[in-house]
């Protein structure tokens, strides 16, 4: 089964899931409602959502119980990128221009703020206190992944555990509980409910990874900003970390700063790209997707689990 | 019963919503925990635990079931008031300095946000899902309620009932939940909770309304920062309203900008006092003071209510 399969397969169940989310950002406020329109039609693979559609396969699939988990997910994914985008300046995110670029900054803070808020409206739909728990003990850890993010920046002594942690914090963590909340939504036994969580946690990690690995390696069309930009915002990801064991590599990446010419950055990316940390960096992405294979394989056996493995494929290793 | 006994009578039970403030926003990023405890110790009067807490009175009152509640609500005000400085670029708050001062509107951006979450996993304690709904409708409300007030600023053809729906979603919808999620939290009747709403709406108008006032006639020293700021900073508040009935007043006041100096706010206070606008304000506060009581008769006569009386009094007849 590919991915495209599995996504028309559940395309009824998403379809519900964009109207649910429309439905939560109606507001009083048309600049709130707008900002966020114009976020939900940026688009995105839904990639929490239909996880966590999937984990619920492991319990009683109730769509009309499970979507207003699914929506709050993905409501809190965008929330976070609004923030991010203020935080790091963003002008493009997905080939669009971001909140902060169309509205202004105070905008993009009330609007991430508003979509939380949303987000929470969703979830109360939701009568069970152990879902309630995951989900805002998840919020907290991204949030300490995000400032961690903005504390670790061009801190070049930094190690691989420092980058994982940080991953683990603001990606992983929110892909597992995707995966997590599905089964608990459904009602699905504990033993299972938790390995979808580390299911979900190495894909993230895997997921994570290849982003970071896309930073440098894909077009600026297909990234829809600029290659290596990672670089240039001082954030010290995996393949940066590799490149930085070759001494004449490290040298010129800790003299990377905002106001680093283009000509400069490209350079750099063409000696990252020789030096190996690409591929070293694929190999880790991939383990943490075997990984995530490897515990598929411990839970009940059936479509939806094949779907899961179709899908922690496309994450792991995706082009763009 | 005066408001010190009231206090000191709940005294046992704020000391553990303070362990609990305490507990919640505990973390493994110093930045974010530093940052959250420098906001608790900046204390404030807790007014938001304290009609909790007697909220809950009217029904099973079980402080350690109603403490997570209560530390939520704190934390979701502490919260918003960090966001607020970040577009206020206030540097000083309760005589204190703000988070976005100390350290920066980056970390003041992700404090709210983690105080925020924190204060969900507070929330996530309490199995009701009327609570949860009523919670993360609140928080919506809140975030429709900060933006309209930046879109309002310095927007002089608005009317009284602007600045009411402003002051509402800013302020009186979270007293109100307030006393409202005492009383669920404590399995109270829905005619009792809700006519609890009532009166937490009434309590918050009047709350707000003594503020606006409070910002003109209070001193620097009670206020914690210059008077006559809401005035510098574009928020048409309801003693301007009024004052700007008078068109010499108005022509003054439609002509203040961030820039304006210090003795030109100085007379426009001056004046504005002399103009009646803030005795018409108290009156409308009044108003606002004497329905909550009104509404207080209906409720089932105890100790607890007249406790409710006397933070009603306190809360809309404050002078700083």
Known sequence: ????????????????????LERA???HSPVLEEASIHLLKAGGKRIRPVLLLLGAKFGEYDIHRIKHAAAALELIHMASLVHDDVI?????RRGEKTVKAEWDNRVAMYTG???FAAA?????????SEAHQILSHTMTELCIGEIIQIQDKYR????????????????????????QLGAITAGAPAHVHRKLYEFGYNVGMSFQITDDILDFIASEQELGKPAGSDLLQGNITLPVLYAMKQDELRSRIINVSA???????????????????????????????????????????GRHQNSLREIAHFIGRRKY
Do not use: W
């Open 156 to 179: 070049y002594d930094q190690h691989l555990r420092d980058y994982l942690r940080r991953i683990k914090r603001k990606t992983a963590i929110l892909i597992a509980t995707s995966c």
């Open 88 to 92: 790091d300046d963003a002008v493009i």
């Open 25 to 27: 950002v109606k507001s």
């Open 113 to 115: 703020d508003f979509i």
């Open 1 to 20: 089964m590919n991915i495209k399969l599995i996504y028309s397969l559940l395309k009824a169940d998403i379809d519900l899931i964009e109207k649910e």
């Open 120 to 128: 929470l409206e969703c979830m109360a739909q939701i009568d069970d």
């Open 259 to 301: 106001h680093t010419d283009r000509q400069d950055i490209n350079e750099i990316i063409f000696l990252l790209k020789q030096s190996g940390a690409i591929e070293r960096s694929n190999e880790l992405s991939s383990r943490y997707l075997h990984r995530a294979l490897a515990i598929l394989d411990e839970l009940p056996q």
